[in-house]
């Protein structure tokens, strides 16, 4: 429960906070001051029409694109953060096209996660020295948990390019998990998905959220799914945000309407 200052009790301080976030490609201006804020353990929803400029604003967010403005993470700036380090801090991410080493099997792609979380230097490895064994262990342990988690554990073994489409978006999924983020950044993951499958969905990133206490922003086309999901909805049209609130009091906003449905005959 959220408690306001009139109720006695401040608010927690965001998570995620975007301000005046601008960015401009040449002449065109793909994002332009866009400011809002997501709160621990809440599932915010970033929609808008095509080019709009979410997955632009993801891209802001994981470091890929430099913009103007500010991005602070657990009140931090990350304008100096090298984009390799945003695992470190607690920022995961999936991406709208799947990103995973087709090569590799399910539970080496998980493995790769996990990455960040390695402290043992070359030196260490090459020596196999005792915590080379002991991270080795627990961050298997890690992968076989998500592994159980994603229902994954019948294809582990499997390279993720002889899986369907949808087995692979759980496997990106876990694999983002495997960092421990605190942050998990979801672009588009219902995207190919049948009906079934979305409500499949929807249920886990619930379930994720509390097991890992996790918040979640997520970039999503699928309107029954982001409004079922989402705590707060934030709206983008054409690098603007025309819109924030919760579900019931977006959907009716008239700005939002235009934007999808056009200006009224």
């Known amino acids: 429960m959220r408690y306001g200052v009139s109720g006695g009790r401040s608010q927690p ?7 005046d976030v601008t960015l401009r490609f040449g002449g065109v201006v793909a994002l332009d001051g866009v400011s809002f804020d997501v709160a621990p353990g809440e599932i915010c929803g970033l929609i808008g029409p095509n ?3 979410k997955t632009t604003l993801f891209n802001c967010l994981s470091r890929l694109y430099p913009s103007e403005g500010e991005i602070r ?3 931090q700036p990350l304008a100096h953060l090298p984009r390799h380090r945003m695992a470190d801090v607690g920022i995961g991410r999936t991406f709208q ?4 080493f087709r090569s590799l099997t399910v539970r080496q792609n998980i493995l790769m996660g996990t990455h960040c979380r390695r402290r043992a ?7 196999r020295l005792p915590i080379v064994a002991r991270e080795e262990a627990t961050h298997g342990q890690r992968a076989d948990e998500l592994i159980e988690l994603l229902a994954l554990r019948d294809v582990a073994h499997l390279p993720v390019a002889q899986l369907p489409f949808g087995t692979q978006k759980r496997v990106e999924l876990a694999r983002a998990l495997a960092a421990s983020p605190k942050l998990l950044l979801l672009d588009e993951p219902a995207c190919g998905l049948n009906h079934e499958e979305v409500e499949q969905l929807a249920t886990l990133i619930r379930q994720l959220r509390q097991r890992f206490a996790l918040t979640v922003l997520l970039v999503e086309h699928h309107m029954g799914l982001v409004m079922a999901l989402s705590d707060k909805i934030v709206a983008l049209n054409f690098g ?3 819109a924030e ?7 009716c906003d008239p700005e939002l309407v235009k934007a999808y449905l056009g200006e009224p005959a």
Do not use: C, D, W, Y
């Open 240 to 242: 603007r945000k025309i």
């Open 51 to 53: 080019g709009a400029g």
């Open 121 to 127: 230097g070359f030196l260490a490895h090459a020596l």
């Open 97 to 100: 096209n799947l990103a995973l």
């Open 245 to 251: 609130g919760t579900p019931a009091e977006v959907q």
């Open 73 to 75: 993470f657990e009140s």
């Open 13 to 19: 301080a965001p998570l995620l906070e975007v301000r």
